[in-house]
T-cell receptor, first 112, second 116 residues
């Protein structure tokens, strides 16, 4: 089944404790992206990747890092999480930037 | 400026009523793409439709229909004979341009509640 998977689905952590949210797709998509969803703000892009080893900042990249060492994986790294990063995070992928993006199930992160 | 406006924050209708969700976009690009996504209470984002700027033909898929009007920069979504399962947050999105620097822009969403 074609899908985008994210882990973990739920995470509660404390300020400053490094964490990684994994994202994997099995559709051989070149384009992958991370978003955060906050009430009243819709989805905002954090980082995106056009292909392996090619990443770029979205609209709200501060406090996040990403890497794209393999085509299928695009982890999101929070080196020192803060409470304002409490949010619902989505990973998405598409065959190219102009194609439809398919989203993972979401990761609900709470930073205390 | 590139922007998507969904002015209706929340809509509540009784089952079987028709309902239209508005989406107005801003872009200077002549090539762009428009999308609608549905987010049911379970939280996942479900793709509904993708439309490019050169195709103004309206589309119908079952009870769903979309009206794309470049003259008013609108891409409205209508649900006919609404059902309780249609209750969700609906997002309109714009992908302006056609380059590696293109970034998708989402509206703030419209929460639709269908009452039995």
């Amino acid at each position: 089944e074609a899908q985008v998977t994210q882990n973990p689905r739920y995470l509660i952590t404390v300020t400053g404790k490094k964490l990684t949210v994994t994202c994997s797709q099995n559709m051989n998509h070149e384009y992958m992206s991370w978003y955060r969803q906050d009430p009243g703000l819709g989805l905002r892009q954090i980082y995106y990747s056009m292909n392996v080893e090619v990443t770029d900042k979205g609209d709200v990249p501060e406090g996040y890092k990403v890497s794209r060492k393999e085509k299928r994986n695009f982890p999101l790294i929070l080196e020192s999480p803060s409470p304002n990063q409490t949010s619902l995070y989505f990973c998405a992928s598409s065959s190219e930037v102009t194609d439809t993006q398919y989203f993972g199930p979401g990761t609900r992160l709470t930073v205390l | 400026a590139q922007k998507v406006t969904q002015a209706q924050t929340e809509i509540s209708v009784v089952e079987k009523e028709d309902v239209t969700l508005d989406c107005v976009y801003e872009t200077r690009d002549t090539t762009y793409y428009l999308f609608w996504y549905k987010q049911p209470p379970s939280g996942e984002l479900v793709f509904l439709i993708r439309r490019n700027s050169f195709d103004e033909q309206n589309e119908i898929s079952g009870r769903y229909s979309w009206n794309f009007q470049k003259s008013t920069s609108s891409f409205n979504f209508t649900i006919t004979a609404s059902q309780v399962v249609d209750s969700a947050v609906y997002f309109c999105a714009l992908l302006p341009g056609y380059s590696s620097a293109s970034k998708i822009i989402f509206g703030s969403g419209t929460r639709l509640s269908i009452r039995p």
